[in-house]
């Protein structure tokens, strides 16, 4: 008897559940984060994908000079220290390929150092 209320205790809370989806809890937005090392003269990853409408937090780490990053059609500029580390956080509103280049003189293959953000819907 005591199994059975209890069963029907379950199937009227997955009832319930199921007919009032906005009741629940909600998976709470965090921002994506995504480690990005630059280098003389590269940024590896060289390529990322991400999602319009998803908040992202970029981590730009530097290995031996001081680098920057920025996309112009995204608005988006971050400077790191020789050795240093700092974080952008954005959320990508346009679909495209939108490709980021070194903002920071760093040597003779500055003008090649250069990261590609693919956004999707």
């Given at each position: 008897m005591k199994t059975s209320v209890i069963r029907r205790?379950?199937?009227v809370a997955i009832m319930f559940a199921s007919a009032?989806?906005?009741?629940?809890p909600k998976a709470q937005s965090f921002p994506r984060r995504i480690e990005v090392t630059a280098k003389r003269f590269e940024f590896a990853p060289a390529e990322i994908t991400l999602k319009k409408g998803q908040p992202v937090v970029l981590e730009l780490?530097?290995?031996d000079a001081a680098h920057g990053l920025?996309?112009?059609?995204?608005?988006?500029n971050v400077k790191v220290t020789?050795?240093?580390?700092?974080?952008v956080q954005f959320t990508p509103?346009?679909?495209?390929?939108f490709v980021g280049h070194c903002?920071?003189?760093?040597?003779?293959?500055h003008g090649t150092m250069a990261l590609t953000l693919h956004v999707v819907d």
């Open positions: 205790g379950i199937l009032f989806p906005g009741c629940g780490r530097s290995t920025r996309f112009r059609e995204l608005n988006l020789a050795g240093g580390k700092t974080e509103d346009k679909v495209g390929d903002s920071v003189f760093c040597g003779s293959g």
